[in-house]
């Protein structure tokens, strides 16, 4: 069964730092663009960070610019997103999902189940 699992969200202060994984069981993602997304509650899901097939060539929505990194590992199919310097409004739940191509990270729509990230003295 293919399925995507995102971990390692939680509490964290302000100015803080996470890291956030993007497991992918049941099928490789190895050959597609990526993306993280997030959903803050009742608001819609945006595009946060892509990543291109062979990690090259990222791209950031500029509220993350310069505080977040995505990569990836494809030996291990998985995609990460370090967040530094968080701030209360990137609280949220994260999610990742295969994009459209590189330059157009519309998600393809396959999701995981999410990990929540809070941001919080």
């Known amino acids: 069964q293919e399925q995507l699992e995102e971990s390692g969200g939680g509490l964290v202060q302000p100015g803080g730092s996470l890291r956030l994984s993007c497991a992918a069981s049941g099928r490789t993602f190895s050959s597609y663009t990526m993306g993280w997304f997030r959903q803050a509650a009742e608001k819609g899901r945006y595009f946060v960070a892509g990543?291109?097939?062979?990690?090259?060539?990222?791209y950031y929505a500029t509220s993350v610019k310069g505080r977040f990194t995505i990569s990836r590992d494809n030996a291990k199919n998985t995609v990460y997103l370090q967040m530094n310097s968080l701030k209360p409004e990137d609280t949220a739940v994260y999610y990742c999902?295969?994009?459209?191509?590189?330059?157009?990270?519309?998600?393809?729509?396959?999701w995981g189940q999410g990990t929540q990230v809070t941001v919080s003295s």
């Open positions: 999902a295969p994009t459209m191509s590189y330059g157009d990270y519309r998600p393809l729509g396959f």
């Open positions: 990543i291109s097939v062979n990690g090259a060539g990222t």
